[in-house]
């Protein structure tokens, strides 16, 4: 049986998918299942963590067919290959930093229209004004100490008003000596302080150890802006 758990992301079975953007093609080894004249792609919690959330509870996923994405850290674009699905008619600029991993973002990239990827830092988003519109969502995993300032600077650059964001906090990246649930309290405390307004955090577990992946709109004005 197939369920539509949000628009683009289905339920088959007991597991989810999403629709392939180029049957036949995989991109990690990843399962390929044909209901009713469709190809589908299973999308492996274990190796994502936007499905891990999805499996787990996620209220409600900014995404359609026609969202613009930015996603930093998309390594070899395991989880910007499913993203690229769900949006098959916006665009997906994928940042990535690692010059060995866009090899294979590259290739994953000559199949899907809708995937840029972008060999930058994302600590730097000037370096890659040239390329970009404003866009729906901002994604984030690059699992980096300063991932949540580099998280607002891409918002305060590219996210359109009172868009929505993904931010993947990764504890023991950005501090491992403290308790997760420590750096988490201080990070969101960041987010809020910077004006952005969190929807849902959620922890990963069994999934992923001690990470949080935090849903949130952005509107780009601080709290003290914003009461006047
Ligand atoms: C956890 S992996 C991303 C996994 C990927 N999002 C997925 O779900 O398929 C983190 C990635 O972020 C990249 N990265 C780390 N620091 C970065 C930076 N400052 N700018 C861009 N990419 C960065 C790493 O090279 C790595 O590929």
Not at 19 to 42: I, Q
Not at 135 to 157: F, W
């Amino acid at each position: 049986m197939i369920e539509e758990l949000f628009e683009g992301v289905y339920r088959i079975d007991s597991e989810i998918a999403t629709l392939n953007l180029t049957p036949g093609v995989r991109v990690y080894g990843e399962k390929l299942v044909r209901r009713e004249g469709r190809e589908y792609r299973l999308w492996n919690p274990y190796r994502s963590k936007l499905a891990a959330a999805i499996m787990l509870g996620l209220k409600q996923l900014p995404l359609s067919r026609s969202t613009r994405v930015l996603y930093l850290g998309a390594a070899q674009g395991t989880t910007a290959s499913h993203v690229s699905d769900i949006a098959r008619e916006g665009v997906v600029y994928c940042v990535e930093l690692s010059p060995r991993a866009m090899q294979s973002l590259l290739r994953v990239a000559e199949a899907r229209e809708n995937l840029i990827p972008i060999l930058a830092n994302a600590a730097k988003p000037e370096s890659y004004c040239y390329l970009l519109e404003k866009v729906d969502l901002v994604y984030q995993d690059i699992a980096q100490a300063e991932q949540t300032e580099i998280l607002l600077k891409n918002l305060r650059a590219y996210l359109k008003k009172n868009g929505h964001f993904v931010h993947l906090i990764k504890a023991r990246s950005i501090d491992v000596t403290a308790e997760p649930e420590e750096v988490f309290k201080r990070e969101l405390e960041k987010l809020t302080r910077a004006g952005a307004r969190v929807l849902q955090a959620l922890r990963l577990e069994p999934y992923e150890k001690d990470h949080l992946l935090v849903l949130g709109r952005f509107s780009g004005a601080t709290p003290h802006t914003q009461d006047r």
